[in-house]
């Protein structure tokens, strides 16, 4: 309950901060500083990942999770290399960035990493996070995600050891832990990563730099407290948001993310 209630005096309930629509302030670099010192500060955050919306609709699927409560936009880039599947680029984050003021955070799933870094900088992303096996060298790879400006992730496969943190921790900004393996929405949550995230969140905690843990894959309103309770903080969301939208609601999420923050309050 603490949680929740240091969540929403930092203001990351506060929709008005998220407004969408066509009369909204352009996104500035300022808004963009306020709103991640904002997400370092908080306590939980619901990142809906977008995999699972409309894509026919997706403008709209935006606004509606953002005005629903959730905190961050999770943006699952694939290749048809990396991983079995592609999805979206560049293209659809510079076409979304006007629509929202909330957080963009790219997971890319791509192998080479580099050669698309500026592309998702310069389309507005603010957090870029990267598979350690997809790039030939991780610490550049962080390096260039900072010097254009957003913050930086690694991603853990559900096999890929912890080890890949050793000698970067403190240069990153967020750890994502994946609970299934990349590729697709609607998969089983892997309970390993419970194990996985109790460890990082520990190496986090012996540090002084505030550094985000996000869980992806499987996560639903039946298990993200077991899931917090695990060390967690951040949680990517697809299915379990994008198929639980009802007409009902004002903003057809607002159940569903009502019903994961009330878990988060039992942590
Ligand atoms: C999987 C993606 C996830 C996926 C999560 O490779 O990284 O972000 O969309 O979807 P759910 O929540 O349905 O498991
Ligand atoms: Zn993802």
Redesign the pocket.
């Given at each position: 309950m603490q949680n929740l209630l240091l969540h929403e005096k930092s203001g990351m309930n506060d929709s008005s901060r998220y407004k969408v629509n066509s009369v909204r302030e352009p996104f500035t670099v300022k808004m963009a500083f306020l709103i991640l010192r904002n997400l370092f500060m908080a306590n939980y955050h619901i990142a809906p990942?977008i995999?699972?919306a409309n894509f026919a609709k997706l403008g709209e699927e935006i606004a509606n999770v953002i005005d629903s409560g959730a905190d961050i936009i999770?943006f699952?880039v694939m290749d048809n290399h990396y991983?079995p599947n592609l999805t979206i680029g560049p293209l659809v984050c510079e076409a979304i960035r006007p629509l929202t003021n909330a957080i963009i955070d790219v997971?890319l799933?791509v192998e080479p990493v580099d050669r698309i870094v500026p592309d998702f900088a310069k389309a507005g992303a603010n957090i870029i996070s990267f598979h350690p096996e997809a790039s030939r060298h991780i610490d550049r790879t962080i390096g260039l995600i900072k010097e254009q400006g957003c913050k930086a992730g690694l991603v853990f496969n559900p096999a890929t050891p912890l080890y890949y943190l050793d000698h970067v921790l403190d240069k990153l900004d967020l750890v994502l832990i994946?609970s299934?393996n990349?590729?697709?929405?609607?998969?089983k949550f892997i309970l390993e990563a419970l194990n996985k995230l109790k460890a990082v969140r520990k190496r986090i905690d012996a540090g002084s730099k505030k550094i985000l843990l996000e869980v992806?894959?499987?996560?639903k309103v039946d298990n993200i407290a077991e899931i917090a309770r695990s060390g967690a903080d951040t949680f990517?969301?697809?299915?379990?948001i994008y198929s639980a939208g009802r007409d009902s609601d004002p903003h057809r999420y607002d159940t569903v993310v009502a019903a994961l923050r009330a878990e988060l309050a039992k942590v």
């Open positions: 990942s995999l699972s999770h699952d991983v997971h799933m994946m299934v990349p590729g697709f929405g609607g998969q992806d894959g499987g996560v990517v969301a697809g299915s379990a």
